[in-house]
């Protein structure tokens, strides 16, 4: 169903999960635009918590996360999260109602379930929460019973566990050793504990991957009923992530095999009846994700693709990231500063950059043309990328109909770098993406 061109897709791109992406960010937008931004929140709210930690640090990972080797470590930063969601709680209007609340990182269960507990306490004490839904991100191979419990009773129905591969070898070439009985484990922990709607995590493009490891991988996530499955692409940046040096460069697959490999997951997940969401996430029919797709209601945001329709998303924790109509905002990555501000009582929102008309209508484009492949165009944003087009309509992977952008089915796997044409900073940008498959 789908056709290689290396010539269209030779250009890195942003994943888009914002607009502008976070490589527009700059130091003129911190505490005070936060905490405005904060006070004039309506409507429904959404929460997100990052526990910057893991037991182990996988090679590949991008995420800001550091070994959670040391107690105090851990403490210091919880006390200071703590605080965080008490001085900005203050800052909410009591009218808003937080409907979801999810944590991610790093890995969540780093921290102990008693941590867990008292974070929810937190925030119900200092958040106006309505009932939310709550989601959390795990690492299989520290989730034990306790964790169980703790996600039963606080009414976890979603989850999402870091899975890669199930291959031996290739979790040997990523550092990331994880045996497929405690993945099963897992899996079974997790539905007895009332997670509905069950997440995996997958990769392609790992270093001496074949389609036969592939496609084995995929079929035990089938066999062990996953609701979702996110199957990305390995970017291997080591200028911009050392510790991917450990990774043997010499054994990745090439553009052209990453794009095959895409390809065969794409067909063997829809033809196993899970429905694509964009062309690199997949969905069970009745989870809330395939759900949304079938309403028109799927939204992108730092998350990924979500079903969340809330217009404001607050950040906590250190690197956490806060979007707003008009702002976007990203809380000091380095936790030790992240400390220090919050020691002195001070939000420690650092960078960030102020949304304008023109963003917000472009980051809508992008956001229709990921989520729905279509978008409708002003007149003169259709004139703008018309010229940029046109090897992708030449070639039949998108067509204009009237003020109508639609990207056809053959054209999905280059629907990021069909949407980075409206992205208007990208043009100039020295800012190195990942490959868009």
Not at 179 to 202: K, M, V, Y
Not at 236 to 258: G, K, Y
Not at 346 to 360: K, N, T
Request: glycine share 8%.
């Amino acid at each position: 169903m789908w056709t290689y061109y290396p010539e269209l897709l030779e250009t890195p791109v942003p994943r888009y999960t914002s607009f502008p992406t976070a490589a527009e960010f700059k130091g003129d937008v911190g505490a005070v635009e936060a905490d405005g931004a904060l006070r004039a929140a309506t409507g429904d709210l959404s929460l997100y918590l990052h526990i910057p930690f893991c037991e182990k640090i996988c090679w590949y990972c991008g995420c800001n996360t550091s070994a959670a080797n040391k107690t105090h470590r851990l403490s210091n930063y919880l006390d200071s999260l703590h605080r965080e969601i008490a001085i900005t709680g203050v800052r909410i209007d009591r009218r808003t109602a937080v409907r979801r609340v999810a944590f991610g990182g790093g890995s969540p269960n780093a921290i102990s379930p008693i941590d867990f507990l008292r974070l929810i306490d937190a925030l119900t004490l200092h958040m106006p929460l309505e009932n939310p839904d709550w989601s959390i991100e795990l690492d299989p191979r520290t989730l034990t019973p306790d964790w169980g419990q703790v996600l039963g009773a606080v009414g976890v129905r979603y989850a999402s566990l870091g899975v890669q591969t199930f291959d031996p070898a290739l979790q040997a070439a990523i550092g990331r050793i994880q045996p497929d009985a405690d993945l099963a484990r897992a899996t079974q922990l997790l539905r007895e504990n009332g997670i509905s709607s069950l997440n995996f995590d997958l990769m392609y493009g790992l270093p001496g991957q074949t389609l036969t490891q592939l496609e084995a991988s995929l079929k035990r996530t089938l066999e062990l009923g996953a609701d979702r499955i996110a199957l990305f692409g390995y970017a291997h940046v080591p200028h911009m992530l050392p510790r991917q040096r450990r990774i043997d460069a010499s054994n990745l697959p090439d553009q052209a095999e990453r794009f095959e490999m895409a390809r065969f997951g794409y067909e063997l997940l829809t033809g196993a009846g899970y429905v694509p969401v964009g062309f690199d996430h997949f969905a069970r029919p009745g989870d809330p994700m395939a759900e949304a797709v079938r309403r028109g209601t799927l939204r992108r945001n730092f998350q990924g693709f979500t079903d969340d329709q809330g217009e404001v998303l607050v950040g906590l924790g250190a690197s956490a990231i806060g979007c707003f109509p008009d702002l976007l905002v990203q809380n000091e990555k380095n936790a030790g500063r992240y400390r220090m501000l919050l020691s002195q009582d001070r939000l420690p929102a650092a960078l960030g950059v102020r949304r304008s008309r023109d963003d917000q209508r472009r980051g809508a484009v992008i956001e229709a043309l990921l989520c729905f492949g279509a978008a409708s165009l002003d007149p003169d944003l259709a004139a703008e990328a018309a010229p940029r087009l046109v090897p992708f309509v030449e070639r039949g992977l998108a067509s204009f109909e009237g003020d109508t952008l639609t990207i056809a089915p053959g054209g999905l796997p280059y629907a990021r770098t069909i949407a980075a044409m409206f992205d208007p900073y990208r043009q100039d940008s020295l800012h190195r993406f990942s490959s868009a498959v």
